[in-house]
């Protein structure tokens, strides 16, 4: 069974690449933020979200969609693209600590990272007086976490999300 879970930073590509795998294999693709927002429907953003209940109100109700989802689409196949923060929610990890998933940590580059999200503007769980500070802090501390906890870890330096796609399909197991 195809239960494939992407995680990484923020902007590592989850989303992107999480679409193009579930297409390629004919799986339905599910993003984590998408269904927290889904859940918490008074907002219109993961950003105003964030703000307004606060970084452990959003690990409690990332936790509680998370679950939702694994009781709704129980004996179903699919492509997860986990929040750039899951992999410090202990509950999340959790509910995720099965066997029958398997997850990725699409492992990106500092820098690369830092550009792609300011490019939207500075993120509410950057927001303070050194924002590239904070992300490097957080890249060390979470990059550590995610390759600790993946099963496989995908480097995508330098390489397309179309490269990323064939390299994890390239891993499942087609049996
Ligand atoms: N391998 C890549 N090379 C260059 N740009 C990329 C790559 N992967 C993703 N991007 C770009 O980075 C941005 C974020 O990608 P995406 O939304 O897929 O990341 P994400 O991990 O889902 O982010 P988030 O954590 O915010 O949900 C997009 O503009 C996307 O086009
Ligand atoms: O990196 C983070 O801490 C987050 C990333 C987003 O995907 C959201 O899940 C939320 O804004 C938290
Ligand atoms: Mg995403």
Known sequence: MQRIILSGIKHSGK??????????????????DDLILRDAADFSSIR??????GADGFQKQEAESLNHF????????????LGGGTIENSLALEIMN??????Y???ADENDLFN???RGGIPPFLEGEDPKKKFSDLYKRRS?????WAFRIIDTRGKTPAEITDEIIDTVDHT
Not at 15 to 32: E, K, Q
């Open 15 to 32: 989303s992107t690449v999480g679409w193009a795998i579930a297409s390629r294999l004919g799986l339905f693709f599910a993003d984590l």
């Open 70 to 81: 694994f009781q709704a689409n129980e004996g179903k196949e699919f492509v997860l693209s």
């Open 144 to 148: 550590a976490l995610y390759r600790n």
């Open 98 to 103: 099965r066997d029958d998933v398997t997850s």
């Open 105 to 107: 940590y699409l492992d």
């Open 48 to 53: 105003e979200l964030f703000r307004e209940i």
């Open 116 to 118: 792609r999200i300011i």
